[in-house]
């Protein structure tokens, strides 16, 4: 079993920035790939972006290209999520999660294990 912690959420006003931390339980971690999710009110959760276990390999939606940088530590069993120049439609719940086999995905049903969510909330 993985437990999954993120932080770093927040409010911002638009264009500033935040950086989400995501700590995994377990001894195994830098054998999974990483992914970051976010859901707003009455929307689906969305892929925002994702990195393979080596960290060499990192994934983003068009939404949030040049603008988010996905990282990991593996020798802290940690995940990140460095967002600039945010903007009010970023605000959402954000997701860590991980997934144990096969490649990296840009989709929900391809991870195993999920946080419990942090919120982001960017102001006009």
């Known amino acids: 079993q993985v437990q999954l912690v993120e932080s770093g959420g927040g409010l911002v006003q638009a264009g500033g920035s935040l950086r989400l931390s995501c700590t995994a339980s377990?001894?195994?971690?830098?054998?999974?790939?990483m992914g970051w999710f976010r859901q707003a009110p009455g929307q689906e959760r969305e892929f925002v972006a994702a990195?393979?276990?080596?960290?060499?390999?990192?994934y983003y939606a068009d939404s949030v290209k040049g603008r988010f940088t996905i990282s990991r530590d593996n020798a802290k069993n940690t995940v990140y999520l460095q967002m600039n120049s945010l903007m009010p439609e970023d605000t959402a719940v954000y997701y860590c999660?991980?997934?144990?086999?096969?490649?990296?995905?840009?989709?929900?049903?391809?991870?195993?294990?999920w946080g419990q969510g942090t919120q982001v909330t960017v102001s006009s």
């Open positions: 999660a991980a997934g144990v086999v096969g490649g990296v995905g840009v989709s929900p049903p391809e991870y195993d294990y």
């Open positions: 377990g001894r195994t971690f830098a054998s999974y790939h």
């Open positions: 990195i393979d276990w080596s960290g060499t390999g990192t």
